[in-house]
T-cell receptor
Framework: DTEVTQTPKHLVMGMTNKKSLKCEQH?????MYWYKQKAKKPPELMFV???????INESVPSRFSPECPNSSLLNLHLHALQPEDSALYLC?????????????FGPGTRLTVT | GQNIDQPTEMTATEGAIVQINCTYQ??????LFWYQQHAGEAPTFLSY????GLEEKGRFSSFLSRSKGYSYLLLKELQMKDSASYLC????????????FGKGTHLIIQP
C-alpha cells in the first residue's frame, strides 16, 4: 500500500472556527510533512515530523498547529484562520534516515476560509 | 538559501520530445528531485539524481550537472497525459528535510 489518505477532501470554515485536517499512511514511514499550495504555485513546506517529533517549522503562524499522535497519523489543527490561508493542504510521508527518500503525497484538503 | 529557476510554461506536440530545464543555486547540495503534478492532483515522484549524468527511466530521463547547478527532465514520445506541471527540487539535507520546489513548469501537449 503506497497511499497517503487525507480527510476531509474539502473544508469551508469561518475565521472564528476551529477545525482539523487529518492524514494517514500505512507504509511504515517515519517522516511526515505538511505543505501548503496556492493556485498556480508550487507546494510550500510548512512542517516536518521525524519519528513523531516536530523537526522543522518553516515559521508558520501559530494559528496552524500540527500534531503527530503516532507514526501513521498526522493532524493539522486550524484556529482563527484568515482568508489568505485558503489553499490546498498536502500531506506527505517518506522513509527517514539516512535519506533523502521520495515523498509520497496525499490528494490534499482544499480549504476555503470565509 | 535557495534560488531555483524553471521556465513557467512550455508547449509541445504529441509524439515529440521536450526538455524542461532547471537551474539552481543552493548553500549545500546532495541531489535533485523531479516531481510531476497533474492539475488538481498530488505531486508524484519522477526521479532523484545524485551523480552527474543522464538517468533514463522509460520515456522520462533526468540529467544533472553538479558543477553547473543545472538539471533537465527529458520527456520522449509525448502523450496527452503528460500535460502537467513539472517541479524540480534541489536537496541539501539528509533524512527528513522537506522539499523546496522551483515554481514549476506547466507543460501543455497539443495534438
Amino acid at each position: 500500500d503506497t497511499e497517503v489518505t487525507q480527510t476531509p477532501k474539502h473544508l469551508v470554515m469561518g475565521m472564528t472556527n476551529k477545525k482539523s485536517l487529518k492524514c494517514e499512511q500505512h507504509m511504515g514511514h517515519r517522516a511526515m510533512y505538511w505543505y501548503k499550495q496556492k493556485a498556480k504555485k508550487p507546494p510550500e513546506l510548512m512542517f516536518v515530523y521525524s519519528y513523531e517529533k516536530l523537526s522543522i517549522n518553516e515559521s508558520v503562524p501559530s494559528r496552524f498547529s500540527p500534531e503527530c499522535p503516532n507514526s501513521s497519523l498526522l493532524n493539522l489543527h486550524l484556529h482563527a484562520l484568515q482568508p489568505e490561508d485558503s489553499a490546498l493542504y498536502l500531506c506527505a510521508s517518506s522513509q527517514d534516515y539516512p535519506g533523502p527518500y521520495e515523498q509520497y503525497f496525499g490528494p490534499g484538503t482544499r480549504l476555503t476560509v470565509t | 538559501g535557495q534560488n531555483i529557476d524553471q521556465p513557467t510554461e512550455m508547449t509541445a506536440t504529441e509524439g515529440a520530445i521536450v526538455q524542461i530545464n532547471c537551474t539552481y543555486q543552493t548553500s549545500g547540495f546532495n541531489g535533485l528531485f523531479w516531481y510531476q503534478q497533474h492539475a488538481g492532483e498530488a505531486p508524484t515522484f519522477l526521479s532523484y539524481n545524485v551523480l552527474d549524468g543522464l538517468e533514463e527511466k522509460g520515456r522520462f530521463s533526468s540529467f544533472l550537472s553538479r558543477s553547473k547547478g543545472y538539471s533537465y527532465l527529458l520527456l520522449k514520445e509525448l502523450q496527452m497525459k503528460d500535460s502537467a506541471s513539472y517541479l524540480c527540487a534541489p536537496h541539501s539535507g539528509g533524512g527528513a528535510d522537506g522539499l523546496t520546489f522551483g515554481k514549476g513548469t506547466h507543460l501543455i501537449i497539443q495534438p
